[in-house]
T-cell receptor, first 109, second 115 residues
Framework: GQQVMQIPQYQHVQEGEDFTTYCNSS?????IQWYKQRPGGHPVFLIQLVKSGEVKKQKRLTFQFGEAKKNSSLHITATQTTDVGTYFC?????????FGKGTRLHILP | NAGVTQTPKFRVLKTGQSMTLLCAQD?????MYWYRQDPGMGLRLIHYSVGEGTTAKGEVPDGYNVSRLKKQNFLLGLESAAPSQTSVYFCASSYGLAGYRNEQFFGPGTRLTVL
């Protein structure tokens, strides 16, 4: 079945440093979604990417969809304490979504 | 709008006991999903529904049953709880097919412990 690999599993950064998480699929994707889950909270939708090579920005967050539509990345510039949490990519397939295992981001003050 | 709500928020069961988790959404969404989340495992789909009266198995359906008698409600049942079912359970809903340009809205979760 369709698998998704998300790396790294954990990331510790100093506040103000940049952060990137990567999502890789074994097959070509029709779309990819990104979610954020704060500690103790529930996943919240951030964005969906559909087009090959697509780049979208939300303030300090930059999302990219690979040219071959097999990988995606989320980059955070100048992290803040509010960025703490786990970031999940999610692949759309038929009538359900397959989630990656997530990257947990920890910010050191 | 309350969005997606789940009851209860916390529950402790003994092995062999049964319980039902309730998910309700007020967004008129067709699609509803039950996930479990365990440390390091991400979100794994248990069962889902593509409309009132329908249910389908997800990635980890064993030991669970579901029902969607009303469009706004999706129930997850554990007939005979086992310690391996200790987890955080999330319900989610979406307007259309989750794989096609439709975000999922998640409930706050139910933390279940089975002793």
């Amino acid at each position: 079945g369709q698998q998704v690999m998300q790396i790294p599993q954990y990331q510790h950064v100093q506040e103000g440093e940049d952060f990137t998480t990567y999502c890789n699929s074994s097959t070509t994707l029709s779309n990819i979604q990104w979610y954020k889950q704060r500690p103790g909270g529930h996943p919240v939708f951030l964005i969906q990417l559909v087009k090959s090579g697509e780049v979208k920005k939300q303030k300090r967050l930059t999302f990219q969809f690979g040219e071959a539509k097999k990988n995606s990345s989320l980059h955070i510039t100048a992290t803040q304490t509010t960025d703490v949490g786990t970031y999940f990519c999610a692949l759309g397939r038929d009538d359900k979504i397959i989630f990656g295992k997530g990257t947990r981001l920890h910010i050191l003050p | 709008n309350a969005g997606v709500t789940q009851t209860p928020k916390f529950r402790v069961l003994k092995t062999g006991q049964s319980m039902t988790l309730l998910c309700a959404q007020d967004m008129n969404h067709e699609y509803m999903y039950w996930y479990r989340q365990d440390p390091g495992m991400g979100l794994r789909l248990i069962h889902y529904s593509v409309g009132e009266g329908t249910t389908a198995k997800g990635e980890v359906p064993d030991g669970y049953n579901v029902s969607r008698l009303k469009k706004q409600n999706f129930l997850l049942g554990l007939e005979s709880a086992a310690p391996s079912q200790t987890s955080v359970y999330f319900c989610a809903s979406s307007y259309g097919l989750a794989g096609y340009r439709n975000e999922q809205f998640f409930g706050p979760g139910t933390r279940l412990t089975v002793l």
